[in-house]
């Protein structure tokens, strides 16, 4: 049994990293010295640190590796990474993804250079990427950095997070025709993951249709800053109107946050899920429901096409760029896109009270698909065999 290092206690490292394995785990945030660096340019009202996903510090003699989730280090101890999106998290590559395919968003630079020589020595055993979206995106990277390529190449694993199954059987998922549909929206960024668009869809459903059905939303309606929207962003009209139905549907109830016993309650107790997001790296939620039980109605941006389909859920189709991400460029193009989300959702949640015997095909394979794509004994297995590379 060995002393493995972590930077932090995050909820990606406690879904990925920590106490995943037989391995002791051990927090090293407070011997990281980059950090403060981080916390200066903070300070100084930098939008983004180098800093930020760099470990750089004091490493106990008894901890035997480290396992980072986005953070790099030119420490010379055995290291691995878990990562979302690329490698190096940095400014010069943050949003090169969300760009429209004629620009060319990767050049080289001494920064990034630098990182990738990190990333290439032979202290980074490996690069654990959560999704092949991430790999896809990481490979695109490297064919600007050739040098670089077939060595960090080898060392990419694509590894799906683990997810135990969270209800015995899904007898209680069971939607007769008088029966209302129960519909859970969860997204700690309101807006960014589709909340509006899923409060403007259900109200149009229940105003246009005789269906009985119920919302519940957990999410920061302050959190009105979608970054996918760049210059195009939405005014205080659009969040009004969206906080006026919230308000005012007696059919829908909001929390702001609400514990992860009460959330994983709530996903236990639903019909049908939603994440009409416009960006998210993975979707971590949607394994949540799908393991309640609860199919999902996604976009598919990113690795949710991975997670969800139409065997097992819903999926908005929405033109996409070469990373698989939303890449918009003017005013029209984003009412498009939120034309086709509202719809989407609309659609699904139509044809689910028109044949609802779905809902319990898609739960059952939701939780098949779990079962046999996110096993937490199978993620521990193959933890240990790339640990075993640092040996």
Known sequence: MNRIGYIQNKYPEQRCIINKTKNNYVNLSRFNFARYAYYIDKLRGADFSNFQFIFIGIVPSSVKMMHFFNFITPQKKNWVTTFETSLPRCRELISIHHNPDY???????????????????????AIIA????AKKIQKNILNVYSEYKDTIENKIHVVAPPQKI?????????LNETDEIRVLFVGGDFYRKGGAE?????????????IKLSLTVIGDLARKN?????????????????????????????????????????????HVGLL????????YSVLEMQASGCPVITTNVRALTEINNEHCGWVIKLPLNKYSELAIDSQEKKDSFRNTIISGI????????????LIQVKSTNSLDRIIAQHDPEDYKSQLEKIYDKCS
């Not at 250079?113 to 990333?119: C, D, H, N, V």
């Not at 969270?166 to 069971?174: G, P």
């Not at 997001?277 to 993975?282: A, K, L, N």
């Not at 609309?346 to 015997?357: Q, V």
């Open 130 to 133: 959560l999704s092949q979206s």
């Open 276 to 283: 009409p997001t416009w960006s998210d790296t993975y979707g």
């Open 226 to 270: 979608n970054y996918v929207l760049k210059e195009w962003k939405d005014d205080e009209g659009f969040y009004k109107k969206v906080s006026e139905i919230i308000e005012q549907e007696p059919w829908i109830v909001h929390h702001q946050s609400l514990s992860n016993y009460e959330v994983l309650n709530l996903m236990q107790q639903s």
């Open 103 to 125: 620009v060319d968003g990767i050049k080289r630079c001494p920064a990034v250079e630098k990182k990738l020589k990190w990333i290439a020595s032979e202290h980074c055993k």
């Open 198 to 210: 899923t409060v403007i869809a259900l109200n149009n459903i229940v105003r246009k249709n005789n």
């Open 166 to 174: 969270l209800i015995s059987n899904n007898s209680k998922k069971e």
């Open 346 to 357: 609309e659609n699904a949640i139509l044809e689910l009270n028109s044949k609802r015997g």
